[in-house]
């Protein structure tokens, strides 16, 4: 341990990042140890790694560095080993590797006893203070009902929607709890939101987004900082989604928030409402980054966190009535539904809503 500790401290000071196709079977105990921009130096302490060039590498900023603009968010504990830039040039001798597998034991020790160095943080939502407890330490029998959550740009008619449902305590801010995360922490009076850094995102060939990227960025942030904990069920929702929280435990009815289970509209999930038991967001957050680390550069959110739950084993449910897709406002009439997507501005969004309430 104390090598390992030793050694850490001095590949911090080089500012060295190893290569990823070298260590990748490491790179979430790597991951907890780089936090910041890696920048490369001539040389490594000692002649274990001699001359050197890297790529910038950015990482997700920790509980202390959140409050930075403009940072991006690419943590390897984030996005798995796909995402480390790899290296130009790296010469390796046998002692790193004696200290990488050190560090690993070293890791895997600490989230065992379940300590962390920085200590407790905590962690504004706009609604609770959520406190984030070493990793297990909080994660007992949750009281709460519903956590919803949803991201939106710090700009725009996104923006203009989600104004509008705090200032009407509606969509999520009608929910046990909420979360709003965006590309800055500030949305301007009432809402208080979590920066997850720039929101960029490519288009799809189908006519979406390549945005998983993006939403594992929220997702982490939920997990490390342990937010989900006290709550049975957490909701994903789209800012453009006409979302009605009282509808939902109708639906929830039998099913046990305990199993690690998701819910979702129809065959395909569809990223307007995703539901997740307590149980299964904690599988998410323990085993997503060994399991689901691939395709995150090239795939929507919503396909890409299915596909992740079946190879998580987190089982399916199906409800019709969950979503109906629609721009049609008289469909919105229909109160057997718990969200009408999608309607993307103020004027039909609050139109959708009328009918539903009538």
């Given at each position: 341990t104390?090598?390992?500790?030793?050694?850490?401290?001095?590949?911090?000071?080089?500012?060295?990042?190893?290569?990823?196709d070298?260590?990748?079977?490491?790179?979430?105990?790597?991951?907890?140890?780089?936090?910041?921009?890696?920048?490369?130096?001539?040389?490594?302490?000692?002649?274990?790694?001699?001359?050197?060039?890297?790529?910038?590498?950015?990482?997700?900023?920790?509980?202390?560095?959140?409050?930075?603009?403009?940072?991006?968010?690419?943590?390897?504990?984030?996005?798995?080993?796909?995402?480390?830039?790899?290296?130009?040039?790296?010469?390796?001798?046998?002692?790193?590797?004696?200290?990488?597998?050190?560090?690993?034991?070293?890791?895997?020790?600490?989230?065992?006893?379940?300590?962390?160095?920085?200590?407790?943080?905590?962690?504004?939502?706009?609604?609770?203070q959520?406190?984030?407890a070493?990793?297990?330490?909080?994660?007992?029998?949750a009281?709460?009902?519903?956590?919803?959550?949803?991201?939106?740009?710090?700009?725009?008619?996104?923006?203009?929607?989600?104004?509008?449902?705090?200032?009407?305590?509606?969509?999520?801010?009608?929910?046990?709890?909420?979360?709003?995360?965006?590309?800055?922490?500030?949305?301007?009076?009432?809402?208080?939101?979590?920066?997850?850094?720039?929101?960029?995102?490519?288009?799809?060939?189908?006519?979406?987004?390549?945005?998983?990227?993006?939403?594992?960025?929220?997702?982490?942030?939920?997990?490390?900082?342990?937010?989900?904990?006290?709550?049975?069920?957490?909701?994903?929702?789209?800012?453009?989604?006409?979302?009605?929280?009282?509808?939902?435990?109708?639906?929830?009815?039998?099913?046990?928030?305990?199993?690690?289970?998701?819910?979702?509209?129809?065959?395909?999930?569809?990223?307007?409402?995703?539901?997740?038991?307590?149980?299964?967001?904690?599988?998410?957050?323990?085993?997503?980054?060994?399991?689901?680390?691939?395709?995150?550069?090239?795939?929507?959110?919503?396909?890409?966190?299915?596909?992740c739950?079946?190879l998580?084993?987190?089982?399916?449910?199906?409800?019709?009535?969950?979503?109906?897709?629609?721009?049609?406002?008289?469909d919105?009439?229909?109160?057997?539904?718990?969200?009408?997507?999608?309607?993307?501005?103020?004027?039909?969004f609050?139109?959708?809503?009328?009918?539903?309430?009538?």
């Amino acid at each position: 341990t104390a090598l390992a500790s030793d050694f850490k401290d001095r590949v911090h000071e080089s500012g060295l990042t190893p290569a990823a196709d070298w260590f990748e079977p490491h790179s979430t105990a790597w991951a907890l140890l780089f936090q910041g921009q890696a920048r490369p130096r001539s040389s490594f302490p000692s002649g274990i790694m001699q001359q050197a060039a890297f790529e910038p590498l950015s990482l997700g900023a920790d509980a202390e560095e959140e409050e930075e603009e403009d940072v991006e968010c690419r943590s390897p504990s984030l996005v798995g080993a796909a995402a480390l830039r790899r290296p130009r040039r790296l010469v390796v001798g046998g002692m790193l590797s004696v200290a990488v597998a050190l560090l690993l034991v070293a890791y895997l020790s600490a989230r065992h006893i379940g300590s962390r160095s920085h200590g407790d943080a905590v962690v504004n939502t706009g609604v609770t203070q959520f406190v984030e407890a070493a990793d297990g330490a909080s994660r007992g029998v949750a009281q709460k009902g519903l956590l919803c959550w949803l991201v939106t740009m710090s700009s725009g008619r996104e923006l203009d929607l989600v104004k509008d449902h705090q200032k009407n305590k509606r969509s999520i801010f009608a929910c046990d709890d909420h979360i709003v995360f965006s590309d800055t922490d500030d949305l301007g009076p009432g809402i208080v939101a979590t920066s997850i850094g720039q929101m960029a995102s490519k288009r799809a060939p189908w006519g979406g987004w390549y945005n998983t990227e993006v939403f594992l960025c929220a997702w982490d942030q939920l997990a490390r900082k342990n937010m989900f904990v006290n709550h049975k069920w957490i909701i994903k929702v789209d800012a453009d989604a006409v979302f009605f929280p009282d509808r939902l435990p109708s639906h929830l009815s039998g099913k046990d928030s305990t199993s690690p289970i998701y819910i979702k509209g129809g065959e395909t999930m569809l990223g307007a409402i995703e539901v997740f038991s307590n149980a299964a967001v904690q599988v998410f957050a323990d085993k997503r980054v060994a399991v689901c680390n691939t395709d995150i550069q090239v795939s929507g959110e919503d396909g890409f966190i299915n596909n992740c739950m079946e190879l998580l084993g987190v089982k399916p449910a199906i409800d019709w009535r969950l979503l109906k897709s629609t721009t049609n406002l008289q469909d919105c009439a229909d109160k057997q539904y718990v969200v009408f997507h999608p309607f993307v501005d103020l004027s039909t969004f609050s139109g959708c809503c009328d009918l539903a309430l009538e």
